[in-house]
Each structure stands twice: as structure tokens, then as C-alpha cells.
């Protein structure tokens, strides 16, 4: 089963089917423009390597953190993450508590991460000078992307994603720690379940990511 389809159907007519479909559009524009950008300038994380989600937690929207939430009350209908987050102590420094270290891909939430989960150390940033420019992911020790890329073409800059993203939270909010975003989210999209009388009837199906 297509679990984002599924969480879209779920709430069909709602506020909340909405800002799913327009970050999931979203989500494939980001991934299509950043795996060509790393195929054509021989860009990969290390085999494995989950090093960056082990320290740091990332700032997420509104409505990243309702589809993160959705996913894992409906799709993966996983208590025990949601109760991490809520019992999250809130540090900045990691590890992220939706990162599984037993686990090869790491990832618990990896059809529906974040933003900056999809483009650190996938794209370009933009320099004091407005120009694009790729740096080495500082925990790439295998050496399997380039140390420094300067670009004069258009290409993928991080900056625009965000605005993006940004633009489709309709409360403009802002940017918080993902534990307090998504708990919170949590709670709206159970009252908005218990509205419209939904059963769970998906049970998580979803494959594993391939690890890079």
C-alpha cells in the first residue's frame, strides 16, 4: 500500500489532506532536483552512514511535522516513538529520537523526513555573495563527495527549498525542534481521527529505505 496515498484518503476534505499533497509534491521536486544534482557532480553519503541525524535535531515546519506525525500514528502506528518525542528533553545537539542505531537505515520516518533530512550534504548553499557552492558533509571521512564546488549555473540551493516549504505552513509558525512540532501535530491530527470516526486499518507494510 502506498502509505502516503493512504494517509491522504484518510483525511480527504480536510485541512490536513491538503497540506500533505502539496508537501508531497514538493518533497518529489526536491528529490528529483537533488538526485540528478548528485549524480552529475559525484555526490554520496558513506555506505551506512547516518552520522549527521547523531547530532543534531532538526528545525521543521508545521507541516512537515503533521505529515511526520500522521506517518507515525497511521502508517507505522508506533506509540513508543511518539511517547520519545514527547519525553524528548529538548537538547539541539542529538541524536535525533526518530534515528534507530540498530538499525542499517537508521531512519524510522524516512518516506516522509524532513527537509533538511533530504538535502544536507544533497545540495548546494548559498555563499555571502549569493552565489551557489557546495561543501563536504564534515562527517563524509570516506571521501565519496567533493571537497569544494563552486557553481555559475543554476543548480539546487538549500535556501530556496526552505522558502518553499516555509510557504505552505498556512499558520506561519516558523521552524521548530521536530519532538515539540510533531508531539504537538500528534495531538491535533488524533482529535481531527476522532472527528471523522477513523479506523486504523494499515498496518506499516512500508519497506525499508535503501541505505546509501
Keep these: ?10 483525511f480527504l476534505g480536510t485541512y490536513a489532506e491538503e497540506s500533505f499533497k502539496s508537501l508531497v509534491e514538493l518533497y518529489a521536486t526536491i528529490e528529483h532536483d537533488t538526485q540528478l544534482f548528485c549524480f552529475e557532480n559525484s555526490i554520496a553519503c558513506g555506505p551506512g552512514c547516518g552520522t549527521c541525524c547523531e547530532h543534531f535535531i532538526p528545525d521543521i515546519t508545521n507541516a512537515e511535522a503533521r505529515l511526520v506525525a500522521a506517518y507515525l500514528l497511521f502508517v507505522k502506528n508506533d506509540q513508543t516513538l511518539l511517547d520519545k518525542l514527547e519525553n524528548f528533553d529538548q537538547n ?10 540498530g538499525n542499517a537505515h537508521h531512519c524510522t520516518v524516512y518516506e516522509v523526513r524532513p527537509l533538511i533530512c533530504r538535502l544536507f550534504g544533497a545540495c548546494a548553499s548559498q555563499d555571502k555573495n549569493g552565489s551557489a557552492v557546495f561543501r563536504r558533509c564534515r562527517y563524509n571521512t570516506e571521501g565519496t ?22 510557504s505552505l505552513d498556512m499558520d506561519q509558525v516558523g521552524a521548530r525542534l521536530l519532538p515539540e ?13 476522532s472527528m471523522l470516526g477513523f479506523q486504523n486499518d494499515n498496518p506499516d507494510d512500508t519497506p525499508n529505505p535503501i541505505a546509501s
Excluded: W
Excluded at 502509505?3 to 484518510?10: E, V
Excluded at 538549500?158 to 516549504?165: K, T
Excluded at 512540532?181 to 481521527?193: H, S, W
Design 1 to 10: 500500500m502506498n502509505s502516503l496515498s493512504f494517509l491522504c484518503d484518510t
Design 145 to 166: 563527495m567533493p571537497m569544494l564546488l563552486h557553481f555559475t549555473n543554476e543548480v539546487p540551493v538549500m535556501q530556496d527549498f526552505a522558502y518553499a516549504i516555509r
Design 92 to 101: 539541539s545537539e542529538g541524536p535525533c529520537p526518530l534515528y534507530d542505531f
Design 181 to 193: 512540532a510533531v508531539t504537538e501535530m500528534a495531538e491535533q491530527l488524533k482529535f481531527l481521527r
